[in-house]
């Protein structure tokens, strides 16, 4: 799957970029793009793929970004009315240049066409660059933040959105 290879190229080179100094850069720096790839084909596998979707951007032959998005993991809302962007990923070569706001807007309204009227995601505390370009597209901290185990106890913040309806606004006066 060479869907599979892009998007652990992208994940590898976008954490080795936006999180060094945050996470431990030996744990940075351990990070292959063949373990990833592993376990992306894994994601891409039909089992795994009936929980989320990705959606890849591309341009010819070059991965620029992708988005993973589906069921809530959760444990503490609704998961009938909760959804989630489990990440989004763009290569630093691109960075900046509306790749990560038309991906994660594609998933907005994938999961606002799956009937969710909530969205979570997850981004690192310390992230400075990810919160504020979350917050720009609209999203906002619930409050929760955990530890998160997998990588040294790295604190990790939820943010939330109100998905949009699709339902026409009511006329001026009416």
């Known amino acids: 799957m060479a869907d599979a290879v892009a998007m652990a190229e992208v994940h590898v080179r976008a954490w080795q970029t936006a999180f060094r100094g945050i996470v431990p850069d030996e744990r940075l720096d351990a990070l292959r793009v063949e373990r990833g790839a592993d376990r992306f084909r894994g994601y891409l596998a039909p089992a ?3 929980d989320q979707r990705f959606i890849l951007a591309v341009s010819g032959d070059t991965a620029l970004g992708f988005v993973g998005f589906g069921a809530t993991r959760d444990e503490d809302v609704d998961p009938a009315r909760v959804a989630e962007v489990r ?21 907005i309204e994938g999961l606002a066409a799956d009937g969710y009227d909530t969205a ?17 597209q609209g999203w906002r901290t619930d409050g ?11 604190p990790l913040v939820r943010y939330c959105m109100t998905l949009p309806t699709g339902e026409p606004e009511a006329a001026p006066g009416k």
């Open 87 to 107: 990440g989004l990923y763009v290569h630093p070569a691109h960075w900046r240049r509306g790749v990560g706001r038309r991906l994660l807007h594609a998933a």
């Open 48 to 50: 795994e793929a009936a």
């Open 120 to 136: 979570t995601l997850w981004t690192l505390a310390d992230s400075e660059a990810s919160r504020a370009f979350y917050e720009a």
């Open 144 to 154: 929760v933040v955990t530890p998160w185990e997998d990588w040294d106890g790295v």
